[in-house]
């Protein structure tokens, strides 16, 4: 029992982060319900980093009436929580394929380590950031820069985070972002000029993997194949 125990907390402290381009949001979603699924006590918990070509996804509850004019831009209907959002190019989205088990933890504290870690981030360029307490996500002045929405099966997690860092916010005005008439929407860029998208995503994952006491990091660049997913792969971009 002990040996077993030692062997577990081994696997929660390993993460694979994979970088997957810039993808269709189909895809990935699919391939990411594959992966819970399909995981077991074994299974190492995996971050997915990606941006997605512009589409607007609605949660499991979401009221028609919030998505105004989509325009040209999908709406999916997909299985996490909360109303409608948008993705983007710009946009960094982290999917977190976790066993929250291994981390004596449960659903709203692991919302709020992600909260946490995105305001530390952002602190780090000199953005103060807030969360609320009624509605997930992450603040600049009353506008929202950061969505979070996780879905959690037997424990695991998947679904994520998107952070806005340079991207066209003009698709959030044909929606009510999350469900929320007139709520302001705002990038990184918008408060600090030029950003780069890569080094936004490498300091955000040093701040996940503190908030979330993983030790060793697996990094791997974008493949054709995601995980779990033999079926529904999309192309990168």
């Known amino acids: 029992m002990v040996e077993s125990t030692k062997q577990s907390d081994s696997i929660g402290s390993d993460l694979i982060v994979r970088y997957l381009g810039r993808r269709n949001y ?21 971050f997915w980093v990606v941006e997605h070509l512009p589409v607007f996804t609605q949660g499991q509850a979401g009221k028609p009436e919030h998505v105004l004019f989509p325009g040209d831009i999908p709406v999916i209907q997909v299985d996490r929580g909360g109303q409608v959002t948008y993705h983007g ?47 997930p996500g992450v603040y600049v002045n009353g ?3 950061a969505s979070l929405g996780l879905r959690f099966r037997k424990m695991c997690s998947y679904h ?10 003009e698709p959030f005005n044909r929606i009510n972002p999350c469900g929320y008439p007139g709520l302001h ?8 000029g030029n950003v780069d998208i890569e080094e936004v995503s490498r300091r955000l994952l ?6 979330l006491n993983y030790i060793n990091i697996d990094e791997r660049t974008a493949s054709d194949e995601l995980p779990a997913d033999s079926g529904h792969n999309g192309s990168v971009a």
């Open 160 to 169: 994520g985070l998107s952070l806005n860092v340079d991207m066209d916010l």
């Open 89 to 135: 190019p710009g946009q960094l989205v982290f999917y977190f394929l976790m066993d929250v088990r291994r981390k004596k933890s449960g659903p709203r504290a692991v919302v709020s380590a992600l909260e946490a870690a995105v305001i530390e981030m952002l602190a780090s360029y000199g953005i103060e950031a807030q969360n609320k307490s009624d509605a």
């Open 26 to 46: 189909e895809p990935v979603w699919l391939a990411m319900k594959d992966f819970t699924a399909n995981r077991d006590d074994q299974t190492q918990d995996e």
């Open 143 to 145: 506008a929202k820069i």
């Open 185 to 192: 929407v705002v990038d990184m860029a918008s408060l600090l």
């Open 206 to 211: 040093v701040c996940f993997q503190e908030a």
